[in-house]
């Protein structure tokens, strides 16, 4: 059951909720057997330098994120004799820009909303320019010095998570893990910006930034330990995408090792420790770290072919998530959380922290995937079944692409042309009743 975008080879990789990046049909990705991976943006506590000032853009020739149309910069408008002059392309050794060059956008527009803008060019064209204006973004977060952009380095987490959606759109792989590699390594510095952000968030309620050392210290291991489980499983997503059952397996190894420290941790922490209390209670990451150790657990079975063993972890995964009391809160508005699921605050878009995020609850995930398992091992109308009820249960949040074009599909196998189009037209009525723009014409496989 491939989405209409995908071939027919194995299990689909979907990116979250196309991994809930922003501006990606609404953050609603296609799932197949294979689903989860996280948005781009976090929240965090270090403000870069305004991307207004001189020396945030290497070229001539600047780039006006929103539009993604070259806007000349003042230099670039006239010569020496006020002649209009052309742009240079950006190369590597180029010089840095005059002190007279200026952004083609105002100072106050949040550097975050610019790399969300680039993201967005690939499903303007489906061109590479997403990713060379992302690699050249990057290449300024690295290279401040030369760049003269000081304070971009808390934003290279973000723009790698950033080219790893782009490249598991393109099916590339090889580029996806290396950017993952890339996230990895990066992640000491995103793990601390974190722990300050719960020491020193401001908000009501957050944790006192008199926090002792012993509680810091054991923050940074859990939620790096819960990092390493998340991204750990994004490559074994890619790996099982690339028919690597073997690797697969030996990266699920390592997401055991730490999915175990953060248990160990979460499970019975001392009573004087708030902050690890805190963190262990409304951090998704933390939480959904062993839930997601048993969904891969499910995928590697699935890969395998036996469904039957795979869906049962699915189904462990989805009754401990129901359990999770703190999971829908996470979803709706409430002082705690007072801005809707997936949509960015300013401090997301200025102060970035780990780069990544996940989702706060995996019902959709191991729902669709055990809807699969049931149908591979000869029980369609129980997956039916399954799909249909998660729909009844919240359109708005399960009725998702992946979903629509699963239980259509599973319509065509289990009806005839008739029923089956009644069917199809009901679920597009719901779709349409809802509002759900985002779920497109071609995932009701009505053509």
Not at 173 to 188: H, I, N, Q, V
Not at 264 to 290: C, G, H
Not at 296 to 319: M, P
Request: glycine fraction near 8%; aromatic fraction near 6%.
């Amino acid at each position: 059951l491939s989405p209409p975008e995908s071939s027919n080879d194995g299990l689909l990789l979907a990116t979250d909720d196309d991994h809930r990046v922003v501006g990606d049909n609404g953050g609603r990705g296609h799932v197949r057997a294979i689903s989860g991976m996280s948005g781009i943006l976090h929240d965090g506590t270090v403000v870069p330098p305004s991307p207004g000032t001189p020396g945030t853009f290497g070229t001539e020739a600047s780039i006006d994120m929103l539009s993604s149309s070259p806007v000349l910069s003042s230099s670039a408008k006239q010569g020496q004799g006020g002649e209009a002059t052309a742009p240079f392309a950006w190369r590597e050794g180029s010089v840095h820009p005059p002190e007279s060059a200026v952004d083609g956008l105002p100072s106050w527009v949040p550097f975050g909303l610019r790399i969300l803008a680039a993201h967005q060019l690939q499903y303007n064209d489906g061109s590479s320019n997403a990713i060379d204006v992302l690699y050249d973004l990057r290449d300024r977060s690295v290279r401040t010095e030369y760049w003269n952009t000081v304070g971009m380095e808390i934003w290279r987490p973000v723009i790698d998570n950033a080219l790893v959606n782009a490249f598991v759109r393109k099916r590339e792989w090889r580029l996806a893990l290396t950017s993952l590699e890339d996230l990895m390594g990066g992640l000491e510095e995103g793990v601390d910006r974190e722990v300050e952000q719960w020491c020193d968030g401001g908000s009501e309620g957050s944790v006192s930034n008199a926090a002792s050392e012993v509680e810091r210290t054991q923050a940074k291991e859990v939620i790096a330990a819960a990092a390493h489980v998340e991204l750990l499983s994004r490559q074994l997503l890619i790996l099982l995408q690339t028919g690597a059952i073997r690797a697969a397996e030996m990266v699920q190894d390592d997401v055991r090792l730490h999915a175990a420290r953060v248990q160990s941790r979460v499970n019975s922490p001392p009573s004087d420790m708030r902050m690890l209390i805190r963190v262990s209670k409304e951090m998704a990451l933390v939480r959904q770290a062993p839930r997601r150790l048993l969904v891969n657990e499910g995928l590697l079975l699935f890969a395998r072919c036996k469904y039957t063993d795979a869906s049962q972890y699915f189904r462990d995964a989805l009754n401990q998530q129901r359990l999770d009391p703190v999971a829908p809160s996470l979803s709706h508005s409430s002082p705690s959380n007072p801005t809707p699921q997936r949509c960015p605050t300013w401090k997301d878009l200025t102060s970035p922290t780990l780069g990544f995020d996940v989702e706060p609850s995996l019902i959709v995930e191991c729902l669709n995937n055990m809807s699969l398992c049931l149908l591979y091992s000869g029980h369609m109308r129980s997956a039916v079944q399954e799909l249909e009820g998660l729909i009844r249960e919240d359109p708005c949040r399960y009725l998702t692409e992946g979903v629509a074009f699963n239980l259509c599909t599973l319509y065509e196998l289990g009806s005839d042309g008739e029923e089956c189009t009644k069917k199809k037209k009901l679920l597009q009525r719901v779709a349409k009743r809802f509002y759900l723009h985002d779920v497109g014409m071609e995932s009701f496989r009505l053509g």
